[in-house]
């Protein structure tokens, strides 16, 4: 009965969709209409900056962490794989959204993950603010991080159920992104700019600057 509760009380958990409800409360909009269609934190920071676009990861990232956190205090390192997992479900197809529009599960599977392996999530969350860093592709990041957090989570000595969920969960996740993996090599993925216009290079910035 308390693994049934775990699982079904974390999906019920990922399944909030704190992203369309902070765009509605904030900026009077359904987020589901806008850019990529998702609920998730990428789709919010693009379309409405960093301050909204982090609640929300944060958020989600909650929801993932406080059910495998509840998981394994209820039944060790499976059964808070298995809640932590539902999160994931929850939030890639969310009950209360009619099972569509959620997000890539990419927040949810690192607050899950920090729940039982984490200094693999703290790691992952390294590699993931670096490769954002240095290519502004928050998808190229995203499947990146995917990708190494079954090896990181092996190097520091992970149970066989932490092992399955990250494999598990990097191919979910990349199979989420194939979308934006077909508009990378495409050359129209989405790619942020913080601080300087959108599109604009630095070059072209600095030739509008009047010269005395």
């Known amino acids: 009965m308390t693994q049934a509760a775990a699982v079904l009380g974390g999906y019920l958990l990922g399944s909030l969709p704190f992203g369309y409800w902070l765009v509605r409360v904030f900026r ?7 850019g990529s269609g998702n609920t998730g934190a990428t789709n919010v920071l693009r379309l409405y900056g960093r301050r909204l676009g982090t609640s929300v990861a944060l958020l989600d990232a909650a929801k993932g962490f406080t059910a495998a956190a509840f998981g394994l205090w209820a039944g060790g390192s499976l059964l808070g794989v298995l809640a932590g997992a539902a999160a994931m479900l929850g939030h890639a197809r969310p009950v209360f959204l009619g099972f569509r529009k959620g997000g890539k599960m990419v927040a949810t599977a690192g607050g899950a993950a920090l729940a039982f392996a984490p200094l693999a999530a703290l790691s992952s969350l390294g590699i993931w603010l670096a490769v954002f860093s240095l290519t502004r592709y928050a998808s190229v990041a995203s ?7 079954p090896l990181l989570a092996w190097l520091y000595g992970a149970s ?13 996740i990349v ?15 989405h790619r942020f ?3 300087r216009p959108r599109g604009a290079s630095a070059k072209r910035v600095l030739r509008r600057i009047p010269r005395f």
Not at 28 to 34: K, M, N, V, W, Y
Not at 160 to 172: C, E, H, K, Y
């Open 175 to 189: 199979l989420l992104h194939r979308h934006n993996v077909r508009r990378l090599v495409a050359g129209t993925e």
């Open 193 to 195: 700019h913080f601080g």
């Open 28 to 34: 009077g909009e359904d987020i589901r209409t806008r």
């Open 160 to 172: 066989w159920p932490v092992l399955v969920f990250a494999f598990a969960g990097a191919a979910a």
């Open 143 to 149: 499947i990146a991080t995917a990708l190494a957090f």
